[in-house]
């Protein structure tokens, strides 16, 4: 927690530097300079990634042998993923909007509380294979980008990929059971790790791509080059525990990118926040809203609903 309040705190500071000297005609300039061209690929991208999400859950109910139509999978991922993202702390606010909907269907909290870790370890994964291409492939130039050493670039990357390539391995030869004070977690074979890993990686390639295509053009910035600076700030913000990120994720990429005008960068990273995050929570608020006063109808209704009706007389009772 100490080093989370640091990292935040840091964050801000560097975050206050960078903001006080940015012009503010600029800034609202840049803000409003994206075409609707890029704000509906923005959408887009944003629409593939939290759709993509629904097969996190969907991997993970597989792996636990659950049995749950689409439509409950795909509500309980969307709203689950988009309420964390915002308020962080995933592991609570993303397994309590879980268990709020897959409970009715059966699912105990051990069980939501099992999903809710596969959900994690693939969104890990697909994070570490990117990172490792990107890394491996575009060393030289991040090597100029953030001022370090084609060497160092390479070794993060191949760090990367020794840690999938091991975690595959691992879960090859047998199955792999976590146990955490009485609580166990089988762990998905090489089959499912293969497609926790793909998943993963396109819904971070999906996500990098809604902040990519909002940055203005003409920086001459090669998307799997980007890739690394998005990564390693994202991986910054989730360390933080700040809701989303916010403060931690902007500096990072503001950092990442001071060779370019700050303005038009800060305008993207709005937009980014605004497509991103806003409009999925404020759509999950109300899918949420009206899943729960669907549910107190229904038992309403059940309740308010006539006993059986009585048995018809016998003749010989007439």
Known sequence: MAASVILFGASL???????????????????????????GLAILFTTISYSLLTC???????????????????????????????????????????YWIYAPKGVSPGRVASLTVITGVTFWLGMALVLAWSMIRQADELASLVYTHI???????????????GYLAWVSFKRRIVRIQGWKLELPGLRLSL??????????CAGAGVLFILLPGGHGLSFETFLAVYIFAVMLGVASHAPGG???????????????PREPVLGA?????????LIPFVLALALLGAYEIRSRLRSSRGAFRPDDEPAEESPAGR
């Open 13 to 39: 500071v560097v975050l206050w530097h960078i903001v006080s000297e940015i012009d503010v005609n600029e800034f609202k300039a840049a803000f409003t300079a994206a075409s609707l061209r890029q704000i």
């Open 56 to 98: 996190y859950d969907a991997i993970a109910l597989r792996q636990l042998k659950l049995t749950i139509p689409y439509r409950t999978t795909a509500m309980a991922s969307f709203t689950s993923y988009a309420v964390s993202f915002t308020l962080g702390f995933p592991l609570l606010t993303a397994g309590t909007v879980r």
């Open 151 to 165: 060497w160092v670039n390479q070794l993060i990357g191949l760090v990367a990929a020794v840690f999938v390539t």
């Open 195 to 204: 497609a926790q890993i793909l998943i993963g990686a396109c819904d971070v």
């Open 246 to 260: 916010l403060g931690v994720f902007e500096a990072t990429i503001l950092l990442a990118l001071s060779s370019y």
């Open 269 to 277: 990273l709005l937009l980014y926040r605004l497509c991103y995050y």
